[in-house]
């Protein structure tokens, strides 16, 4: 099982380093390895080679955020369906998403007004509004646990949803008003998309996604023996209540970020944990790098496709949506997934 | 001999201020098996959650071989004391040989996998319990009898000194309550201490040795061996019904049955 387990993480590991260099070489503009060998052997300054410069600040920051975004939200699925107790729980289905958006939406629409006015050191203000927003809806639902304890996982599930509209209500406002030159970004931003230029973004995300992946990964025990009762995991020595409010904490910040970043992406964090789980078994120690390579490849996959699959680019967030409304109808209605609405 | 578990004027009220437990004295003495009997609502769980140190006790002491249970971290607790809940709702479906082995966790250092140590004990625990052909199986598959033996290992595994267990034959059929006794009371010659709540009690006056009679009121009838403490009049006062006790034919151990009220 164990020696199993490594081989799984292995491949899928090659197939994420696979699909690298095609993420590099196709998209809008295609180049191939032989054009890039030529342009490299004239060795011009890297400014006046325009397939150098689509390379190196496009396409490559581009694969390491898309990379980095589909690990985040994969290990933000996981850790929001064993937080909660329930399979379909992510940042995504709860809400979290929507409202870390309104907050990424209102300091965007806001910037080159009053807001970008306030000196906040080196944090954009649109994670830190994300933040704030997506903390707060955090707590929200966890009173609403806290206040009924026997809350089913169905009538969770709804609530958050229920936010995410609310959250969707008032972007919708702020869409309507927007002037029609900020419109024109903030769609491509709304529908969720890894376009990125430069580094600064990748700086960004990976300072946040890294640390947050690791620390998340360290309470991959406690959360294996949460997610199988809560009792015996309070008799054999886990404090539940520092646990959930480290874990949503961290994975609030981690949605904040990524959101802010490439706006809500979704589906990943729902599928990919479930796909994970059907390889490598439940226990976290395992499910999270998998589900982490898995994502990674995943959305990388998808952000090719979104690159060429029409005569222009899409948002990659539709393609997702596209290949992950299918796959999620299937694990629904699958053999597995009744007793997990019981 | 010391106990390894004394309660001492303990009392408990939950958040509504209705008081559960008060002044509830007991002791426990090592490799000794012990059964809480009561009434639905008597308060075995809660009882048993209080000694597991799940709910903090309010007023009073639990002491754990003379030292204030409060005083140790809850690391430190579990690896004395273990708990098994009646029953339990898992999420995911993780195979019988992780639920056993997950028993280690209090030993384990954060961040570490299993050692060689552990896999030692696990083995151990899943031979214990006749699950050795079940190791990969998932939890969701097994039957209710596979799925108690394996919580069994699974606290066993923890290696604790007291195993705490709340309704550990509800749902098994008469062999497997048997079975599962005779395990418990292995475990007990082994120098375990082990504390079970249960209903089942013309079955359990074979096995454990200490009994303790708990009312509906929440106040503790009787406590001792089988003879003194489960008689009559004792029954009838925490059951608020009447009772019969005799001996049983085949065992010679006690026979309680009780009264059929006529309903009309």
């Not at chain 2, 209705?18 to 002044?23: D, T, Y």
């Not at chain 2, 309010?58 to 140790?72: A, D, Y």
């Not at chain 2, 140590?117 to 319990?129: A, N, Q, S, V």
């Not at chain 2, 009559?232 to 034919?249: E, I, Q």
Request: net charge neutral; proline share 5%.
């Amino acid at each position: 099982m164990k020696q199993g387990n490594k081989t799984k993480i292995f491949f899928c590991f090659l197939l994420l380093i696979l699909l690298t260099p095609l993420s590099i070489f196709i998209g809008y503009e295609p180049i191939s390895p032989w054009r890039l060998w030529q342009e490299i052997q004239q060795s011009r300054p890297v400014n006046q080679s325009l397939v150098i410069e689509i390379i190196l600040f496009h396409r490559m920051p581009r694969t390491l955020v898309t990379i980095l975004v589909g690990m985040g939200l994969s290990i933000g699925g996981v850790t929001f369906q064993a937080l909660l107790r329930n399979p379909l729980a992510t940042p995504y289905t709860l809400g979290t998403s929507s409202f870390a958006s309104l907050g990424a939406y209102i300091a965007y629409l806001g910037m080159n007004s009053f807001l970008s006015s306030l000196p906040i050191i080196s944090i954009p203000l649109s994670h830190l509004l994300a933040f704030t927003f997506a903390i707060g809806e955090v707590f929200i639902i966890l009173m609403l646990i806290k206040t009924k304890p026997k809350l089913s996982a169905t009538l969770l599930l709804l609530c958050g949803i229920t936010l995410g509209m609310l959250a969707n209500a008032f972007i919708s406002i702020l869409r309507y008003w927007a002037s029609p030159d900020k419109l024109v970004f903030m769609e491509r931003w709304w529908f969720g998309s890894t376009q990125v230029l430069g580094y600064q973004p990748v700086i960004l995300v990976a300072s946040i996604s890294i640390p947050a992946f690791i620390l998340i990964w360290s309470y991959s025990s406690a959360l294996d023996q949460y997610t199988f009762d809560v009792e015996i995991a309070q008799s054999r020595g886990i404090n539940i209540a520092k646990l959930q409010i480290h874990l949503f904490i961290i994975v609030s910040i981690l949605t904040a970020v990524i959101v802010a970043e490439t706006g809500p992406i979704g589906f990943v964090g729902l599928i990919v944990p479930h796909v994970a789980r059907y390889f490598v078994g439940s226990s976290h120690r395992w499910v999270f790098p998998f589900s982490a390579l898995i994502g990674g490849a995943f959305l990388l996959f998808c952000d090719i496709l979104s690159r060429k699959l029409f005569r222009t680019e899409i948002p990659v967030g539709i393609i997702t949506t596209l290949i992950g409304v299918p796959i999620f109808l299937y694990i629904l209605f699958g053999k597995n997934f009744k007793e997990w609405m019981i | 001999m010391n106990p390894i578990l004394t309660v001492e004027t303990l009392s408990f009220h939950y958040h509504d201020g209705e008081p559960l437990f008060e002044n509830i004295q007991f002791s426990i003495f090592p490799g000794t098996l012990t059964a809480l009997i009561g009434p639905n609502g008597s308060g075995k769980s809660t009882l048993l959650r209080l000694l597991a140190g799940i709910i903090p006790a309010r007023q009073g002491k639990i002491l754990l071989n003379q030292t204030s249970l409060c005083s140790f971290s809850i690391r430190e607790r579990a690896q004395r004391i273990a708990f098994l809940p009646q029953n339990i709702f898992p999420v995911f479906p993780l195979t019988v040989f992780e639920i056993v082995a997950m028993g280690r966790y209090p030993w384990k250092p954060i961040l570490s996998g299993l050692s060689q140590k552990d896999y030692e004990i696990t083995d151990k625990c899943i031979h214990l319990m006749n699950l050795n052909s079940l190791e990969d199986r998932p939890y969701s598959e097994l039957s209710g009898g596979e799925c108690k033996r394996t919580l069994i290992a699974s606290i066993l595994a923890q290696e604790p000194e007291i195993l705490l267990l709340d309704e550990p034959l509800a749902g098994l059929d008469l062999p497997h309550q048997i079975e599962t006794l005779h395990h418990l009371c292995k475990l007990t010659q082994e120098g375990y201490t082990v504390i079970i709540a249960s209903h089942e009690i013309n079955i359990i006056t074979r096995f454990a040795q200490k009994f303790i009679l708990l009312s509906s009121n929440h106040q503790i009838i009787a406590q001792g061996d089988a003879e003194t403490t489960l008689t009559k009049d004792n029954l009838n006062r925490a059951y608020n019904a009447s009772f019969w006790v005799g001996t049983h034919p085949l065992t010679k151990g006690l026979l309680i049955e009780v009264e059929q009220k006529e309903t009309r």
